[in-house]
């Protein structure tokens, strides 16, 4: 979960609001993204774009969680469902072969 924040310069008038949008100070990503803290500069004054590489990099990290799952996982829960179920082979149209 990452955010943006903006770093003022001294002389903005909205020094004391990091959430403050519409100013063309610099703004900032941080937050955890994979188990790991990471405070990075958007390169960019503008809000929205830096919201934009926020999610690309949310993005970017999220495959790793979703593709754990290997081939041994996958066919260790198969077999489990099977093992468990009292369902007819009928059931399955591909059965027993994997797609
Ligand atoms: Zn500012």
Redesign the pocket.
Known sequence: MLSVY?R??ND????DDIN?KR???PKWINGTLDGQFIRKTASTGCWEKAEDLRRDWEEAASPKKLNPVTIEEAVEAYLGWWGHSKRSSTDGTNWPYPR
């Open positions: 903006t003022h310069s903005c008038p909205q020094k403050w100013c063309r100070c």
